[in-house]
């Protein structure tokens, strides 16, 4: 397939959500041979997932993505027969817009992801534009009517070798911490929530459990929790994002939050309980339903999911230590095995973007 030069854009609006996921497409497509460039407004917080970026320089080339800073875009030119994709409708300048109209590309409106049903109707549709270059809807999903989900070549893989080697080993460099006293029958949990979760009714459920657990908290999750009972509580530095996919390989339940960490913790084969991003009107609880219900989620894990999107402590211990006994938490952990393989049967997001892209590029 001909290499194709990518432009995308993003602006900063979840601290590391938007940055995140257009890091993971831009070095993916660069990782190909595409010449990419990586328009952003916050550096800083792209900094945090890529330590290798000094957020003050204003043009920098790491990984072979070349991160720019967003106000420089004003004055560029779009890459001739290339790819323009805003992330989550953060539109380019007028400018740039204006220059895009002489130069053949093929723009992409990168959406935010969904498994509601009207996903598929929307996926692909293009929208026409006053300087006259036809956008594209592209949404990312979970069949095969939708733009797909980022997975790098190889990733499960590499999962699979990383979890031959001994897990205190690995977390330890990963986190630079000692964990000698992390037994083999215990349960590695990692909470990676927004500050509203009910943590109480998480930390009871965790304390009362027959199975000792350990819960990594990162630095940026704003949660108060102690060691009580079986639970053991230890703070964890920020990873960067090369390093997040080993954390969640390390665990064997993963909270996350967000779009990028969860698709990554579904990658793990693991189970996983996802904190979606809170909207007006409770509109994200469609989401969360849509996507429970294209994953085939058991009524014991739709139950924890609900539970962790409310805000009743009881509520959550009741419906996380359901999910912990034995029957249950096995039933679970298979399906999820299920789900990521039926994922990865699927061609990947990039795989798909390109092959979209070159298709439009040819009617044009």
């Given at each position: 397939?001909?290499?194709?030069?990518?432009?995308?854009?993003?602006?900063?609006?979840?601290?590391?959500?938007?940055?995140g996921?257009?890091?993971?497409l831009?070095?993916?497509?660069a990782?190909l041979?595409?010449?990419?460039?990586?328009?952003?407004?916050d550096?800083?917080?792209?900094?945090?997932?890529?330590?290798?970026?000094?957020?003050?320089?204003?043009?920098?080339?790491?990984?072979?993505?070349?991160?720019?800073?967003?106000?420089?875009?004003?004055?560029a030119?779009?890459?001739?027969?290339?790819?323009?994709?805003e992330?989550?409708?953060?539109?380019?300048?007028?400018?740039?817009?204006?220059?895009?109209?002489d130069?053949?590309?093929?723009?992409?409106?990168?959406?935010?992801?969904?498994?509601?049903?009207?996903?598929?109707?929307?996926h692909?549709?293009?929208?026409?534009?006053?300087?006259?270059?036809?956008?594209y809807?592209?949404?990312?999903g979970?069949?095969?009517?939708?733009?797909?989900?980022?997975?790098?070549?190889?990733?499960?893989?590499?999962?699979?070798?990383?979890?031959?080697?001994?897990?205190r080993t690995?977390?330890?460099?990963?986190?630079?911490?000692?964990?000698?006293?992390?037994?083999?029958?215990?349960?590695?949990?990692?909470?990676?929530?927004?500050?509203?979760?009910?943590?109480?009714?998480l930390?009871?459920?965790?304390a009362?459990?027959?199975?000792?657990t350990?819960l990594?908290?990162?630095?940026?999750v704003?949660?108060?929790?102690?060691?009580?009972?079986?639970?053991?509580v230890?703070?964890?530095?920020?990873?960067?994002?090369?390093n997040?996919?080993e954390?969640?390989?390390c665990?064997?339940?993963?909270f996350?939050?967000?779009?990028?960490?969860?698709?990554?913790?579904?990658?793990?084969?693991?189970?996983?309980?996802?904190?979606?991003?809170?909207?007006?009107?409770?509109?994200?609880?469609?989401?969360?339903?849509?996507?429970?219900?294209?994953?085939?989620?058991?009524?014991?894990v739709?139950?924890?999911?609900?539970?962790?999107?409310?805000?009743?402590?009881?509520?959550?211990?009741r419906?996380?230590?359901?999910?912990l006994?034995?029957?249950?938490?096995?039933?679970?952990k298979?399906?999820?095995?299920?789900?990521?393989?039926?994922?990865?049967?699927?061609?990947?997001?990039?795989?798909?973007?390109?092959?979209?892209?070159?298709?439009?590029?040819?009617?044009?």
């Amino acid at each position: 397939m001909a290499l194709t030069a990518f432009d995308l854009f993003c602006r900063v609006i979840d601290n590391y959500g938007d940055a995140g996921v257009c890091w993971r497409l831009a070095r993916q497509l660069a990782a190909l041979g595409h010449p990419v460039r990586l328009w952003i407004d916050d550096k800083t917080a792209l900094g945090k997932l890529v330590p290798a970026l000094q957020p003050r320089e204003q043009a920098q080339r790491i990984e072979a993505v070349e991160v720019l800073s967003w106000d420089h875009s004003a004055h560029a030119i779009p890459p001739l027969s290339g790819v323009v994709v805003e992330a989550f409708a953060c539109t380019p300048p007028p400018s740039y817009q204006a220059a895009m109209a002489d130069r053949g590309c093929v723009w992409i409106n990168l959406e935010y992801l969904s498994a509601e049903d009207w996903v598929e109707g929307c996926h692909g549709l293009p929208s026409p534009q006053p300087n006259g270059v036809p956008k594209y809807f592209y949404f990312p999903g979970f069949t095969p009517a939708t733009g797909g989900l980022l997975r790098e070549p190889g990733l499960l893989e590499r999962q699979v070798e990383a979890r031959r080697q001994d897990r205190r080993t690995r977390l330890q460099a990963l986190t630079g911490l000692d964990w000698g006293e992390l037994t083999d029958d215990a349960r590695c949990v990692l909470l990676f929530s927004y500050p509203d979760a009910p943590f109480a009714g998480l930390r009871r459920a965790l304390a009362q459990d027959s199975t000792p657990t350990w819960l990594l908290v990162p630095d940026a999750v704003p949660a108060t929790l102690r060691d009580d009972g079986a639970l053991r509580v230890r703070r964890i530095p920020f990873v960067p994002q090369a390093n997040f996919d080993e954390l969640l390989w390390c665990c064997d339940l993963n909270f996350v939050r967000g779009e990028d960490s969860l698709v990554r913790a579904q990658w793990a084969g693991v189970p996983l309980v996802w904190h979606i991003y809170r909207q007006d009107g409770d509109a994200h609880l469609a989401k969360l339903d849509a996507w429970m219900t294209q994953a085939r989620w058991p009524a014991t894990v739709r139950a924890l999911q609900h539970a962790w999107n409310g805000k009743d402590d009881d509520d959550m211990a009741r419906a996380l230590a359901a999910t912990l006994r034995e029957e249950p938490w096995l039933a679970w952990k298979t399906h999820c095995r299920t789900w990521t393989r039926t994922l990865a049967a699927q061609p990947d997001l990039v795989d798909r973007l390109v092959r979209f892209c070159m298709q439009h590029r040819q009617k044009s």
